[in-house]
């Protein structure tokens, strides 16, 4: 079977392979929406090619009961109104099933050559994909170019970079030659062939479809599975798009499109359970809530199972002398897509006693007061403040809000920002409450959305110890650390570790505590409830294979 | 921390890569006991050394509940009276777990180097463990010496290839800068650390107590886990010694060496569940029966689980022109260690019409009387064949033989041979019986021990399904064919890879379907229900530790 993609796209492929290893800063996929890196027109066409799906069929030569369905809400008010063929269960599966030993055959490089190949038709499409993310996540239209762009066609490339390195470990063939004294030596020739597992099911979400589900999808293709893509019911159109792109290119290599399937369902109809149970589903990737992953991990027992669920994503605020950096970067970090991130920080532990700044005391109340005040000034530009926020993704999050200023004393309240462009629209700032560290059951769980809680501990050591006790209990992904004592500094590096999250200490410049680089920053670590696995590591593409031997 | 057994074992730990890499012949450790190898008085040390063990209290300063247990039938009469120290289940726990941290911190390179050495020495002490093996499992001396020595710690040394080369993956430090066009690229300091699970449970078998528990064990050793070693009861003393010698090398670099701790039960009081289902124990590394592997699989929620369980290998046997190396290949596969293998082929499919040998059509009942005479002449001699059969490792298995003889026609009934040196102790030469290919629910699940099926089938194709029904649904390890056809060869490899089971093809010299090789061949697939791991891989090791990362 012919190499050619290989071939075309290998420099890039080790390019990954080598970046991933070394983990300095690298990126396949440029992330700044300008005509120079994606030509004078693509902006403009890339709105058309977006507008044009809007009330129509998404046409998908695949398994269907004969149904359209789809029922996108427009976080800014766009009406969607795209109708999907909704997917005929056990002849989907039996499809993609059917797809998979040509797709086999085709053995590691090629298919790497054709996932990389995928990725980059997707890269140049990246603003009809940045318009269809800001239109159904609420993300702002820069954040939906970046994550729902390039950053997930890079976090793409490292799953396919990880599952093609993990499939080279083993030759094609050796030759075993052991010596038998002064007799012949025994020999054989022994053939190793990878396979993969079968049929995977990647579950998309509503706020990152492409950047939390590019991972687990890259990854069971290029280890030789099937997909089917099951996005959330409010955020379809991404990966609509992205399954059309692929099977357009597996067409074109000869492989049966039906490999990759768009499998669509209603919140009042979900069909994941169905999907997830399938005894030919042999691989679950899923994003969103612990509840329903806990389910798929306790379940689906006839698969791998790998989930990034719900945590609370903690800042511990020791002695620090720029203060003014602290609320620079966490204004940003909390407002960002109005907290609407896995990686937003939702508690923030302050010493009640206040810390020690420049050799003076700052008491709890003013650092609280520095960092609302931070938020409230950068947010105090309504037209630049929108493009940071957002729009919120379900109202279920403003209801979330109203009960979460009950909490407590509140530090700053949420304003509601008109967004210029989109009439009727609202931007919502965060909010930020006081509690009690001992209130422990008021802040122990995630509470999703832009609301933060900043907590009066006894001392940081303290403040150590309940960020150590509600990760391990209830999960994380980001912890962040300001701090300017070196014992601080590693205390809670060993705490960090022996909870298993992620540390970022003392960010006050242009990196944010909830962004995490492809090739460099592993997302998650598996190590606690947050998420069962990292992106991306060889834990995370090497059960989604098997080698099998023969030997003569 | 010191890096000086890293710096001493450094070219063996990069061998042992670079082997597990090229997957071609190399063994770390010599497997034929001789003077030249393990020195002049190495047998007569290791058997005074197992016999200073018989009917004395196995010291180990290890947490305990105060009792003295243990009741080691000798398979070849031998009482070994062995006394271990019953553990505290709590205690023990707590204890591991206590030990972890200073472990960890040593990093992925020195704790490669502290298992080489490990292994260095059980290999110095070959000959005790022989006759440690030999007297629990029943093996002859030889297979003791091979399997239960230098190709165990082979088997050992591959795992720590595997873990540690998944750990050096990552690096120690990364720098990260990302330009920002004319401002001031941003810059971080990353660093990453490889923690493990936490406690790892080793359950041993009785047939193979260290090859078969060595891989799990020290995958999870070099990864930064504590591990409980739970040695099969009728089989301790051989993981009682390993466990004694991780531990003197662990004192001699300063860890705590209740990291590993031995946990010794009863076949009336077992203790497995308890440790299994304890909250801290994260990986179980099992081989033993489908029922509890599964019930493993199934409960141990907590925990990451590699299995290798029961499963019905099989041989198909199509037109094939050298009979007399057919037959001679299989008398020994079928005698080695009594069928006692998880190797050992069970289910022979032979055309009911016969096959082409040379022109000539050779019936079903030829072929099987070639095999049957081919085991009976290779066993002819007493002296020869108890060094090869060994003896019955507990007497379930030979009412399991008694019970297959009715279940069709005996091709060959087994003998009874009396040992020469034991008296008293029988050895069992196999029993071939012939069955219908439509017959399949008496060949479908394992009938363990020394019982092989022949079984006529309507054609080779027939053969093929029946192989793919009963591995797809009961798992096997091993598959042998002997055919003279390519196109039936390659028929066979693709049935093969979509069952998930590793192909042997005309093995008629010295190299045996039940034999694999490490370094070179995979054990088990993990891809049937025999095993849901292999020995060793990526995914063998991936799930035994994190990365954590620190960045500023």
Redesign the interface.
Known sequence: MSLDLYDRHREKLEQACSAA?????WSAYKEMPSPRAYGETAQDDGIKAFQAHLGKKFEIDQPTNGEWIGAEDGPFGVELNVKYPAPDVDAMMAAAKAAI?AW?KLGPKARAGVCVEILNRLNAMSFEMAFSVMHTTGQAFMMAFQAGGAHAQDRGLEAVAYGF??MM???DQ???????GKNDP?E?T?K??V?G?GVALMVGCATFPTWNGYPGLFASLVTGNAVIVKPHPRAILPLAITVRVIREVLSEVGIDPNLVCLAVDTLEAPITKEFALHKDTKIIDFTGSSQFGNWL??NA?QAQVYTEKAGVNAIIIDDFDDIKGIARNLSFTFSLYSGQMCTTPQNVFIPKGGIDVNGENMSFDDVAKAIASGVEKFLSVPERAVEVLGAIQNPAILDRMSDAKKMGEVVLDTTEIDHPMFKGVKCHAPVIIKVDGKDVEKYSEEVFGPIVFVIATEDTQDSIEKMRTTISENGAITLGLYSKHESV?DAV?EA???V????????T???FVNQS?AF???HA???NPAANA?LS???FV??RF???????
């Open positions: 290893r070394t983990r300095g800063y030993p086999r390195e993990e470990r083993t030759p050796a030759h075993w030659v052991k010596p038998q025994l054989m022994k190793y062939k396979a597992r991990e306790d027992k500094i590096e960090a570790i022996e298993g999250v992620n540390l970022s200490i003392n960010l410049g242009g990196v680089a460099s920053d592993f670590t598996g190590a990292a590591d060889g834990h090497s059960g098997r080698v099998m031997q023969s030997r003569r």
